[in-house]
């Protein structure tokens, strides 16, 4: 788990949870008590008290849906915003890019995840993201990026890269033995920087750190979680662990 702070909203706190805290998705054949275990685990575990974690249903879509309170139903979506700022937004990856995104609306603070995995990438989900916040009037867009399989990793066949270099010029990359690959978590620091937006990238890849589920690691069912949230300005964020690096601005 590595808990860190935005700049421009110092009372917004983003966690990626990871192996140590155990499964954090219902949706992929675990055991339901052993999840909410997990989810319980994530919350208390470090003093995040009562979190009023909202989830959705992921699909690989550009669908924007509003975080829902807990108890009512989750929402089919890839992305989902909280305009009030007193939940905790979730979203859960084993490889895709997992995006939580704080602004302002005066003195209110509107947060929004997304999961931007190559189909909701080149299907727009982050710029509908960008859009919801916006219809809301936020400014002041501040985004984290989390662990996700990264450019030097993620193989394509060369159609595929072909085919979204077209679609999302700049995704397309190399792997680190030669062969076509996209370079997800790059393109989606380079779209939301190009919208304006302050970008903090984790630069953890998910498949080379044990550190973080992976799917094409060899995790089919486990996920990691995202989450984000309005915290007390005044709690210190977490120690980044042994071996990791704290979260960076992008370098530009
Ligand atoms: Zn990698």
Redesign the pocket.
């Known amino acids: 788990m590595r808990i860190e702070r935005f700049e421009k909203h110092p009372g917004v706190r983003v966690a990626f949870s990871g192996r140590a805290e155990g499964n954090q998705a219902s949706h992929t054949g675990l055991e339901p008590g052993e999840v909410a275990a997990a989810r319980a685990a994530l919350a208390g575990r470090h003093g995040l008290g009562p979190l009023r974690g909202a989830f959705m249903s992921q699909v690989h879509s550009a669908t924007v849906a509003t975080a829902p309170a807990p108890g009512a139903a989750v929402p089919e979506a890839d992305a989902l915003l909280d305009a009030e700022g007193g939940l905790a937004p979730v979203v859960l990856t084993a490889d895709c890019v997992p995006v939580a995104i704080a602004g302002s609306v005066g003195k209110r603070t509107v947060l929004a995840v997304a999961h931007a995995g190559r189909p909701g990438l080149l299907g727009g989900v982050l710029e509908a993201t960008l859009e919801a916040l916006r219809e809301q009037g936020a400014s002041e867009l501040e985004a984290g990026i989390g662990p996700a399989?990264?450019?030097?990793?993620?193989e394509v066949p060369e159609a595929m890269r072909a085919e979204a270099e077209a679609s999302l010029p700049g995704i397309s990359s190399v792997t680190?033995w030669g062969t076509p690959a996209l370079d997800l978590p790059g393109a989606s620091a380079a779209l939301l920087e190009r919208a304006g937006v302050l970008v903090h990238s984790s630069h953890a890849?998910?498949?080379?750190d044990r550190a973080w589920f992976s799917y094409r690691g060899g995790d089919k069912a486990p996920r990691n979680a995202t989450l984000l949230w309005v915290g007390d300005d005044r709690e210190p964020a977490s120690s980044p662990r042994r071996g990791e690096e704290p979260i960076k601005e992008e370098a530009k």
Request: charged fraction near 10%; include cysteine.
């Open positions: 399989v990264c450019g030097a990793c993620y680190s890849c998910t498949l080379e």
